[in-house]
């Protein structure tokens, strides 16, 4: 299956987790893709698997800080020259940090927003111009199911996931006539390094009874990261042609 032959698609977040297994997954459907992290080491691995599948060549990393305006700015004019357009945009980049609300200082709750939402607007605002250049081009933004559903602890994380949220609905519409797509998933019960342990740094006298209800009815447990990349895939090739402007969850039923 080769949906994304020809395509030129940039991945933020793309040195572990649901990015990366991104990577992999549109590199296997033929795509060209920069891959951008502000993890250097993560984004090595994530060329050290491309070279082992045999799709070095269709690959390029980069080292990018999406809280970064200027950052941003030269890193998505140079993800665009290198891959001569952009068509697909997957905004995978973001941070999880929990406190008790009644704890969480200014300086946590805007660096959880820098990322998270204002690092998807930044990401989308720069790539715009050649998306709307591109074929058939697609914003894929990550949500969470703490958008929608209460996860505690993670007052700020919920708010920045909400933001991204609606801001998708918005562009969406925006841009909708000019053949743009835009869509979220909400990823749930994934396992990747900011679930793993205790997950995201919760309070040492965290209740865990809290999280009962947030076991999915699939399986045995967490789902891997290539079970979102899949649905990733989807969105942002033609089989999704007839989707945007909404979320899809994606959690084993953790939120029937």
């Known amino acids: ?8 698609v940039l991945i933020t977040g793309a ?4 990015g990366q297994a991104t990577v992999h997954r549109i590199l296997a459907e033929g795509g060209r893709v920069v891959a951008a992290d502000v993890d250097a080491a993560g984004l090595e691995a994530t060329a050290a698997r491309a070279a082992a599948d045999g799709a070095a060549g269709r690959l390029r990393t980069a080292v990018l800080d999406i809280a970064d ?3 941003v700015r030269s890193g998505v004019a140079a993800a665009v020259d290198g891959l001569g357009g952009l068509d697909v945009l997957v905004n995978a980049a973001g941070i999880l940090r929990s406190a008790h609300t009644h704890e969480t200082g200014l300086e946590l709750f805007n660096a959880i927003i820098a990322t998270n ?3 998807t607007f930044l990401m989308i605002r720069e790539a715009l111009p050649a998306l709307l250049e591109g074929a058939s081009p697609v914003v ?4 969470s199911t703490s958008a929608s559903f209460a996860h505690p ?3 700020a994380y ?18 909708g006539k000019q053949g743009l797509r835009a869509v979220c998933v909400a990823p749930g019960s994934i396992a990747s390094g900011m679930t793993s342990g205790r997950g995201p740094g919760l309070p040492e006298d965290a209740d865990m009874s809290l999280f009962a209800k947030l076991a999915p009815a699939l399986g045995e447990g967490f789902a891997g990261p290539e079970t979102v990349a899949g649905v990733i895939a989807m969105l942002a090739s033609e089989d999704g042609a007839f989707i945007t402007g909404t979320e899809i969850r994606i959690d084993g039923g953790t939120h029937m």
């Open 158 to 175: 919920a708010a920045s996931k909400g933001g991204i949220q609606s801001m998708t609905h918005a562009i969406a519409a925006e841009y």
């Open 15 to 18: 040195g572990s987790g649901i």
């Open 1 to 8: 299956m080769n949906r994304f032959e020809g395509r030129r």
């Open 153 to 155: 602890y993670m007052a």
């Open 140 to 143: 894929v933004n990550f949500s």
């Open 69 to 71: 305006e200027a950052a």
């Open 117 to 119: 939402l204002t690092g």
